[in-house]
Structure formats: C-alpha cells, structure tokens
C-alpha cells in the first residue's frame, strides 16, 4: 500500500516537473507564430557571395563555410528539439534529428530563401540550378556559417535566425508526441507526418 502510495507520489511529481521544464522552454525559446523565412542582411557581402559560391574548382568555395554551418545547424537543431519537445526519449530525438539535418530537408530550407538564381556554379552544374539537393544543402550549411560570421559569432542570433525553419516542425511534432506513452519505439503516427512534413518541404510548398 505504501509503495503504490510513493509511486503515486512520484508520477504527480514527475508530472509536474515536466510541465515546469515546458513552460520555462517556451518562456526561453518564444517560437514565432510568423514562420515567414526571410533573406539575412548581410553586413559583409563577401560572406554571402562566397556562400553562394559552388565553383568546385575555384579556392574561394563554400565548403569552409559548409563544414562550419553544418556544425552550428547540427547544435540549433539539438538545442530546440531538447527544449521544445521535453519529453521525447533520445531515439526519438536521434531520429527527428536526423531528419531535419538530412540534405533534403536542408535543400528545402534553401529554397525558402529563393537564392537559387544567385548560386555562382561551375558551367557543368548549371542545369542542376533549381534541382540539386546536394548543392542547395550544403550552399545552406555555407550560408549559416556566412551568418555567424557576419554576425561576430553571435550564436544567439544565428539560432533566433533558424526559428522559422522549425518551428512548424516542432510546434506539430510536440502535439504527436505529448501524449505518447514510452515504448521503445517510434511513433508510426510520428513517422508519417514527418515524412508528409518533409515531402511537402521538398516541393517548396
């Protein structure tokens, strides 16, 4: 009697625990309901032409500013999954993930920005313009790490900057997820919206 009395307890507290780290996730993060996706200003417009620029034989390439955005996108990502959906376990949490740092999605973030008439390529990839997902992902990475560049490293401005590519993800992933009893497994419910989700992104819709 007593221990279930305990368990009780613990389940209340538990409970109320997670609505506490919840409620101070959204205070802290303040997601925007306007998730329109706009071009950054650029102080320094060398930063945004490098990043644009996918010369596979040209030194002043983006792949440096791919491999240093791909790590800042990889840190966001992990930062507003952990603090938007509190109670998702950590294969939950690898699997979506993996999902939003996949090139396709990444691909599809670039096409929000319309940069696509503005990438500087090789003449041999200039029919893959408007249909490369590798290019469009990586030229993302690289224009990610352009921003925190022209923003003296500012991490928080380059996060505030990312909001509105996931929030729709995240505000519709935490209402799957919310009520999702711990099993071991993935969601199957889950699993079909973020593959809905990310075939929709993909057609820039």
């Not at 590798?134 to 030229?139: A, D, L, P, S, Y």
């Amino acid at each position: 009697m007593i221990r279930k009395i305990a368990d009780h307890i613990e389940g209340e507290v538990n409970k109320l625990l997670w609505a506490f780290v919840k409620y101070e996730a959204t205070k802290t993060i303040l997601l925007p309901k306007n998730n329109t996706v706009k071009e950054w200003k650029f102080k320094n417009k060398h930063f945004r032409m490098k990043s644009l620029t996918n010369h596979s034989n040209n030194e002043n390439n983006n792949e440096r500013l791919a491999f240093l955005g791909g790590s800042i996108i990889d840190n966001i990502v992990s930062y507003y999954l952990f603090c938007c959906i509190p109670r998702c376990k950590i294969y939950t949490l690898v699997y979506l993930k993996q999902k939003i740092l996949d090139k396709i999605t990444l691909a599809g973030f670039f096409k929000k920005l319309k940069l696509e008439k503005h990438l500087i390529l090789d003449k041999g990839n200039e029919m893959d313009r408007h249909i490369n997902d590798n290019i469009h992902g990586e030229t993302f990475k690289a224009y990610i790490g352009a921003i925190y560049l022209d923003c003296n490293c500012d991490f928080d401005k380059v996060r505030d900057y990312m909001k509105p590519f996931l929030t729709p993800f995240l505000d519709k992933w935490a209402e799957i997820l919310k009520d999702t009893e711990d099993n071991n497994e993935i969601p199957s419910e889950l699993e079909h919206i973020v593959k809905l989700d990310l075939q929709i992104l993909k057609k820039g819709t």
